[in-house]
């Protein structure tokens, strides 16, 4: 049974820092490459960062480059999304995906994230 668990969010003031967890079971985690994607209301869910397989290789949205890391343990089957300088743009449920193929790839099932003074 493929199991996500994500943690992590809350409320923060803008200009604060999270950092989103997600622990994986029930796949054989190193051989996924992982996401993170958001989801603000009323609007499309959109990618934010990505790492490959050994974490060599990372990219993200134009719109959280230089303020969010994405990082992943394969030995503790976990991705971590550290966020800083928040802003309320940023405010969203946040999802991790693990993707192989496209008939190998499973969701999260979110956590909120809200940036608010």
């Known amino acids: 049974q493929v199991k996500f668990v994500e943690s992590g969010g809350g409320l923060v003031q803008p200009g604060g820092s999270l950092t989103l967890s997600c622990a994986v079971s029930?796949?054989?985690?190193?051989?996924?490459?992982m996401s993170w994607y958001r989801q603000a209301p009323g609007k499309e869910r959109e990618l934010v960062a990505t790492i490959t397989t050994t974490g060599d290789s990372t990219n993200y949205a134009d719109s959280v480059k230089g303020r969010f890391t994405i990082s992943r343990d394969n030995t503790g089957n976990m991705m971590y999304l550290q966020m800083n300088n928040l802003k309320p743009e940023d405010t969203a449920v946040y999802y991790c995906r693990a993707y192989r193929s496209v008939f190998s790839n499973y969701w999260g099932q979110g956590t909120q994230v809200t940036v608010s003074s």
């Open positions: 029930g796949i054989t985690f190193r051989v996924y490459d």
